[in-house]
């Protein structure tokens, strides 16, 4: 039988979703060719199909996917992410103890939403950060009100860096609320974010051609490609080119370029490695935002600036290498071992408004370059004990992270002036840069962890697991000059390491729904954001009034309790979770935060809430993913009186996410999204807001639309407009106020996708 034979029939061992065992699932592939190939013979010979498959156990499938769907997704909702594509979590989404949003290619693509932090902006319980305070501009976010900009990972293993990140290359994005130190080692307070690349496969050749044009200048155009030289080893690529003005906004705008290599090699039946190379680079001019008077709280969108011709820039660049080896030792026994090699540079120059600084002018200025190994062995074994079916996953996993961190001295040639500080183009930036070495930033981890699954019965199954992190500190802080006077340098180097664990039940007295309890911790350490250098308060290292840094690692624990439906056949999934996270032991920055002086584990805050999630088909014709988060924060404990009570910052109380889309006949889909937030305190996130303050963003909703029309098999073409109403809305907002960053105003384009 050929594999995309294999790929058609799959087999349904146990009468519930997500408890095919790894034997089982080893064993499907196989048997699926067997049980194919005893049906034509008993066809063959008279014999009807109906008696051969009268099995109790075996339910032959029929999931038609093509060669380049999403393998994670429900073949016939493709709204539905079916499971997730880590390993070791060896059950369904449905099935698993933890709220999770997961977003198909499907999703993502009928968006029309390309960049990561315009897709997670989007979703119920995530805002953005900015860039400031010596950091580079690039993706940063914030999970359940807790920073994740260092919590990205692709394939299961850390990003490195921040940087800007495009979805051409990608299947599924994985959100994992909650902590999941277990999983994802060091930080994910609020959570962890998991991007799933597109794969090399052996099931078919085909090739995708896309193109678009649209508003503000608006130009993409991507390439997927697969090719299956023999039947052991397959190539595909992915690349992309795309040029944009920012809405609304030029001389703001983006232009990307990256691509994907990836190949695959199925040595034996039982032996598979996998290899990728990840090239991506962006050339931005940065939109920095408008003015927001922080004592009256007004905003006014006249007041901007929009950077200098000639000086301002924002370039990422990445470039990271990938292997993976998956080893089948027999039926129990599955060992997977991934390696990655990677660097990512990210450098800026920004001119914003700022009320406060000569001629109105705030420099933003920045660069960094990461540098990152990791190696992450797993072993996944299935047994039985005493009665009980268990599935074990251990690990081991290293990592090494570098970052060396700087700025750029700017000399302006006086000789010429700028006309006019708030339309910059009508002159050109004339002058040197020079590159100025800041901090030099190392961290080296050692993790091991253990998990388990054990099914107790027909409706009961736990899930367990623990993991050990030791990490070794090492930052050289350089002498500099800033606009308070002189900082000196310093070494600063420590060791620690701290335990974390999982556990959840899922209650499962129903054929299509459970209820589940989990309880989950996470570890963060001083300095844990590596290109923070010594901006406390930033995420970067703390140091007390003593000059002291080893702070003890901040510690954060949740608790949940939520249901999941299956519904429609599978098709549709239902859930709903309350949740309460708190975070202790939280080091806190000084009362003047840009100062690289705080106050060690002084903190303690707490986030509550209730999230709903709805993905999938709703009818035989309407699709949708819906998503609803109603949170609340409060500071517990801090060095400060003040803050205590307070809400913590740069966190919206409610979100609301939801995308639809109809079929109206099998060729023409349209729908579209609803986007709400309710407002945010402006503010350093663990430090808590004055309720009272006027530096806060406004309530939005936007809405977008979206419609395909498969002209015939191969051509096909998809139309967006985002922000329908061209709605005035605010995305994050400068911590100390007096600049708000503004939302994407109304655009529209078109996209041409021919599939060969």
Known sequence: MTAQTDNLLSVNLNKKQGRTTLAEHHRSITMSSTLALALSVAMVNGVHAEEVTDVDTLVIEESGLAADANPYAEPTAPYKAKRLSDTRHTRDIADTPQTMTVLTKDSIEDSGKTELKDILSAQPGITLGTGEGGNSFGDRYIIRGYEARNDVFTDGLREPGLITRETFAVDQIEISKGPSSTFAGRGSTGGAVNLVTKKATLDDDFATLEG??????????????????????????????????????????????????????????????????????????????????????????????????????????ASIFTTTVDWRLSDKVRIENKTRIGSADNANIISGYNARFTAGIRPFNAWQQNDYIGNQTNVLFDTELWGMQHNFVSGIEYANEKADTGVYNVTTDPSVPMIDPYNPDNSSWSGTIAKQDRNSNEINTTSVYLMDTVTLSDEWEVFGGVRYDHFDYDLEAGAYQNRRGPVAAADYDYSDGFWNGHLGAVFSPWENGNIYASWSTSSNINGGEADAGTNCGYGGLCTDGNGGYSAKPETSENFEIGTKWNLLENNLLLTAALFQTTKDNVIEGSSNSYQPEGSLNTGKNRVKGIELGLSGNITSKLSGQIGAAFMDSDTLESYNPENVGRPKANFADDSVSAQLKYEFTPKFNFGGNLTYSSGMLGGQPDAGSASDTTIRTPSYTVYDLFASYQVTKQLGVRANIMNLTDKDYYTAIYRGGDIIYVGDARSANVNVTYKF
């Open 212 to 317: 678009g044009v649209g508003t503000d200048k608006y130009n993409r155009y991507t390439v997927d490609a697969n090719k299956v030289v023999n039947d052991r080893f397959a190539f595909r690529v992915n690349a992309l080119y795309s040029d944009a003005d920012i809405p609304d906004r030029a001389p703001a705008g983006e232009r990307r370029k990256g691509v994907l290599l990836s190949g695959v090699f199925e040595a034996t039946d039982d032996l598979t490695i996998s290899a990728d190379y990840y090239y991506f680079e962006g050339n931005d001019h940065t939109d920095p935002g408008v003015q927001l008077d922080r004592a009256t709280g007004v905003i006014d969108k006249k007041i901007q600036y929009i950077g200098q011709s000639g000086l301002d820039f924002h370039n990422t660049k």
